[in-house]
């Protein structure tokens, strides 16, 4: 590996640590690295003490919902990152406690159904169901919210950008949308995807495999249904809030995206983060720089979502 600044001392021996390490994927069995990954996410402190509920979308679709104190009249429905094929509501409970607290907002985490049992388009049909129903079914634990956005990191960027491309159009959409080093072309094969394809923490490797228990037809990757970026018409996208990290495989398509939506006149909020790396929301406890990150991306949403509602208000 080529020297390369990482954000923090800290960042920098956690990753020489991982890069010593066989890839993530070498087993091949998705049930175990369920379980390693929920092992490593119950080591982790928990986050900020706020009230949750777990409830079911439709009586179907787990979800757990996040409200903090003060938190204003809108609601962040998230989606997780773990290559459609691993993570949960507890492996990213942490992450959703603190963007709830730094954005002020209720949160509202999706837990959609994983490959390779369930491959695309299911988890997309998840989150497509989980953004016609959020809004109505927090009303019931006193959430009124007048803006919604859906967030999602990694493969959970996948699922927010596709789902707003599938409401485009239609009664049901959200006003906002944020993609954190989310995955939006499942062919890339050049760029940021060699150049930062191994000892940054996401092999590309490990991409290549998550990408095949999610849609195992190689042929599909350019299908823009599980590739948002290569839509054939962006007009008409949610304001978008994106975020790249430059020591990130998948930093090049995440900035296309950005890129495409500036053309089709979509409000957009970019900022690459220098010397970060993919998976910086999992490890605000590892580096301080992560944890400057995550509360940027917090003030992102809270700012983007503000502005929103002062919007509505004037109207």
């Known amino acids: 590996m080529s020297f390369r600044p990482f954000a923090d001392n800290q960042l920098a021996e956690f990753i020489r640590g991982l890069a010593a390490l066989p890839p993530m994927t070498a087993g091949g069995d998705p049930v175990e690295m369920r379980r390693i990954t929920e092992e490593r996410s119950a080591q982790r402190p928990p986050g900020p003490a706020m009230v949750t509920h777990d409830l079911h ?3 179907t679709l787990p979800c757990r919902l996040y409200q903090p104190d003060g938190a204003v009249d809108a609601l962040v429905i998230f989606f997780h990152g773990g290559g459609w094929t691993i993570g949960s509501l507890e492996t990213h409970d942490r992450v959703c406690r603190l963007l709830a607290e730094g954005a002020r907002v209720p949160v509202l985490a999706v837990d959609y159904r994983l490959a390779p049992e369930h491959p695309a388009p299911a988890a997309i049909e998840d989150a497509v169901f989980a953004l016609e129903n959020a809004a109505e079914a927090v009303r019931a634990f006193g959430v ?4 919604v956005a859906i967030v999602g990191d990694s493969a959970g960027g996948t699922l927010a950008a596709s789902a707003a491309l599938r409401a485009r159009g239609r009664y049901v959409a959200p006003d906002l949308v944020a993609l954190i080093y989310g995955n939006t072309n499942l062919a890339a094969a ?6 930062n394809g191994h000892g940054f923490g ?3 490797e490990d991409i290549e495999w998550f990408d095949l228990q999610w849609v195992p037809d190689r042929d599909r ?3 823009s249904d599980v590739s948002p970026l ?6 008409g996208f949610p304001e978008t809030i994106i975020v790249t990290c430059e020591l990130d495989p998948l930093r090049d398509q995440g900035e296309a995206f950005g890129d495409r939506l500036v053309e089709a006149r979509v409000p957009v909020t970019a900022r690459r983060e220098p010397g970060m790396v993919h998976n910086f929301l999992l490890w605000d406890m590892v580096s301080p720089a992560c944890a400057d990150a995550v509360a940027r991306v917090a003030d992102d949403i809270r700012a983007v979502i503000s502005k929103a509602l002062a919007s ?3 109207t």
Do not use: K
């Open 230 to 235: 290569l839509a054939e018409d962006l007009a």
């Open 144 to 147: 009124r919210p007048n803006v």
């Open 221 to 223: 990757w350019s299908d």
């Open 190 to 195: 050049d760029g940021s995807m060699i150049s």
């Open 312 to 314: 509505n208000t004037s």
């Open 57 to 59: 979308l439709g009586g």
């Open 202 to 204: 996401l092999e590309i």
